[in-house]
T-cell receptor, first 113, second 112 residues
Framework: DAMVIQNPRYQVTQFGKPVTLSCSQTLNHNVMYWYQQKSSQAPKLLFHYYDKDFNNEADTPDNFQSRRPNTSFCFLDIRSPGLGDAAMYLCATSRDRGLTEAFFGQGTRLTVV | GENVEQHPSTLSVQEGDSAVIKCTYS??????FPWYKQELGKGPQLIID?????GEKKDQRIAVTLNKTAKHFSLHITETQPEDSAVYFC???????????FGAGTRLTVKP
């Protein structure tokens, strides 16, 4: 059974139109991460939540926001998607930060038209 | 911050041969080194990890070795099979906040 579930698997949005990607987990993990992965590149960390504490990466654009209303769910909001934001967005969880296994969802492939 | 370099970027082997992928890291205090396999259209999955208190760990056809002095760790896959074809990522944590940094990835192709 899937433990980290991302919806939708594929998302097409218009340039400049806000879009939200969702992630849920059944592992009861403390940490939830959002990564951006462009073609043939490594996943790039955007931000993560350690419980309710939000940790933003220094180079994450303001256009990207996140919400974690409870332990199980985390959302990625892109306020005004640009063509350069087209990518695979990966959600991951871990029991603790850094030193334990991260479990990834299947990803959401975002297309901006 | 942590810098993780991974080589080679692509690797093609014949079925049954071995494959080796290497990563170097910059932060000598790093102490956890996972390897992830990413198949097309899927999220990365952990295949093996090693902590700094051991030099080698093996799980069937997969092994990871760690050289803390040289600050590098390697993934070894023996008796490769076509289903091993995927992109492999190494990673190491940033010690200031424990966020994981990924290497650039290695695309492994196993030819039947």
């Amino acid at each position: 059974d899937a433990m980290v579930i991302q919806n939708p698997r594929y998302q097409v949005t218009q340039f400049g139109k806000p879009v939200t990607l969702s992630c849920s987990q059944t592992l009861n993990h403390n940490v939830m991460y959002w990564y951006q992965q462009k073609s043939s590149q490594a996943p790039k960390l955007l931000f993560h939540y350690y419980d309710k504490d939000f940790n933003n990466e220094a180079d994450t654009p303001d256009n990207f926001q996140s919400r974690r209303p409870n332990t199980s769910f985390c959302f990625l909001d892109i306020r005004s998607p640009g063509l350069g934001d087209a990518a695979m967005y990966l959600c991951a969880t871990s029991r603790d930060r850094g030193l334990t296994e991260a479990f990834f969802g299947q990803g959401t492939r975002l297309t901006v038209v | 911050g942590e810098n993780v370099e991974q080589h080679p970027s692509t690797l093609s082997v014949q079925e049954g041969d071995s494959a080796v992928i290497k990563c170097t890291y910059s932060d000598s205090a790093s102490n956890y080194f996972p390897w992830y396999k990413q198949e097309l259209g899927k999220g990365p999955q952990l295949i093996i990890d090693i902590r700094s208190n051991v030099g080698e760990k093996k799980d069937q056809r997969i092994a990871v070795t760690l050289n803390k002095t040289a600050k590098h760790f390697s993934l070894h896959i023996t008796e490769t099979q076509p289903e091993d074809s995927a992109v492999y990522f190494c990673a190491a944590p940033l010690l200031d906040n424990n966020d994981m940094r990924f290497g650039a990835g290695t695309r492994l192709t196993v030819k039947p």
